[in-house]
């Protein structure tokens, strides 16, 4: 019957005029003659009516469970608690929310936006180097860079914003480019949680509050940037530079957009080639080496070797020097397995409140890893966070 729906509740999460033509058409005439004035089926009128009456509840109005408060469109409600007087009416409510998981999205499309805006036009090509090894792969993994964190010395032990992250990471990677051979190709692998939060909510997916610098589409920017900066700096010391952005726990959605960003940025610079971050795993060859890319929050190290075996058997047959680079655990660990190594790497990042009062003190480090097309890694390079404050 048309009397038991909220025409106003419904009008009010329309989305377009097709919806709130059906909802005049029922209000004037009822389901099934406002089907007929429309040219519809009755099941295709009661189909969206239950689609809207879904929306304004979880907006928080639903008129005949006494929810008539509506939470802002970029929310949804969690939960209603009411209590009732004697005579059954309303004495109290109270009305959880939480950010719709569509409105962060939104909100992460509007920040790209925003940056190609006032950054269109300004990326200038790099001049490549001169000379370059070919037989030689520079491999730079970014462990963990948890861009957003933040941390109070007189809580966590040590001070960490946006600002100190980007001068570590800057600084430690132009260090390394520095002292490491002119290979033709380069690798940057990020791996995973390159951003703290994933959306505005600044929360982790079980629901625990997260220490965040500064407001997050402000974090978003600040991160793109920095990995153009990393980009351009290994452009002027390798011929070709390639980048993996793992998927973190902390950031499943903002690794897709930062590869999205980065694919757009350079999509006319031929000498950058960023992998598509649509899978928990990548895989890059590299003469007799087959290197794995994961950030470790999914997979038993133990189960990555046979993983990568099946996962790429023909590479698997033709290499003999396989690697698996993860993060994840934020502290060094390397175990041989039967055909691979998997290794964990530490991240710059300093410790949080959390953190800092579970008793978490791993050091804090980056390198540069150089393999051969025939013989595997031959050297790598270590700057300790020390060397660059």
């Known amino acids: 019957m048309a009397r038991d729906y909220d025409f106003d509740a419904l009008l009010s999460v329309a989305d377009t005029d097709s919806q709130r033509k059906k909802i005049q058409a029922v209000r004037q005439f009822g389901v099934s ?16 009516l239950q689609r809207l009456v879904r929306l304004a509840a979880r907006r928080g109005l639903s008129v005949q469970h006494d929810m008539t408060h509506a939470v802002p469109a970029e929310y949804e409600v969690r939960g209603v608690s009411t209590l009732y007087n ?11 929310s939480r950010l719709r998981d569509d409105d962060a999205a939104r909100a992460m499309r509007e920040a790209i936006e925003e940056m190609a805006a006032e950054y269109r036009g300004t990326a200038k090509p790099v001049k490549a180097p001169a000379r370059s090894v070919s037989n030689l792969l520079t491999v730079i993994p970014l462990g963990d860079p948890h861009i957003g964190a933040y941390a109070w010395a007189e809580e966590a032990g040590e001070d960490f914003d946006v600002n100190i ?8 990677a132009g260090r390394l480019v520095d002292v490491a051979p002119p290979t033709e190709r380069a690798l940057i692998v990020n791996l995973g949680d390159f951003f703290h939060a994933d959306s505005l909510s600044q929360l982790t997916k079980s629901g625990h509050k997260l220490d965040v610098d500064t407001r997050w589409p402000r974090v978003l920017r600040l991160g793109c940037h920095l990995m153009v900066d990393l980009i351009t700096l290994a452009l002027r010391k390798h011929a070709k530079v390639e ?20 694919e757009a940025w350079f999509h006319a610079e031929p000498r950058v ?25 999914t997979v038993k190290h133990l189960a990555l070797g046979e993983l990568m075996a099946s996962d790429q058997p023909e590479a698997w047959g033709r290499t003999l020097h396989r690697y698996w680079y993860t993060g994840h655990i934020h502290h060094t660990s390397k175990t041989e397995l039967r055909g691979a190594v998997v290794e964990s790497f530490r991240t710059l990042a300093a410790k949080d409140a959390w953190h800092a009062s579970q008793g978490y003190r791993s050091g804090r480090d980056m390198y540069a890893i150089v393999l051969d097309a025939e013989h595997g890694e031959i050297e790598r390079h270590r700057c300790d966070i020390r060397q660059v404050r």
């Open 86 to 96: 004697a005579d059954g009416k309303v004495s109290q409510q109270w009305v959880k």
């Open 273 to 297: 080639h960023v992998h598509p971050t649509t899978s928990k795993f990548h895989y890059v060859e590299f003469g007799r080496c087959l290197i794995g890319v994961t950030h470790g929050d």
């Open 33 to 48: 003659q406002g089907a007929r004035e429309l040219k519809i089926t009755r099941r295709a009128m009661q189909m969206v």
């Open 243 to 262: 980048v993996i952005n793992a998927i973190g726990n902390h950031d499943d959605h903002s690794s897709i957009m930062l590869s999205a960003f980065l």
């Open 165 to 172: 992250a980007r001068q570590d990471l800057l600084a430690a």
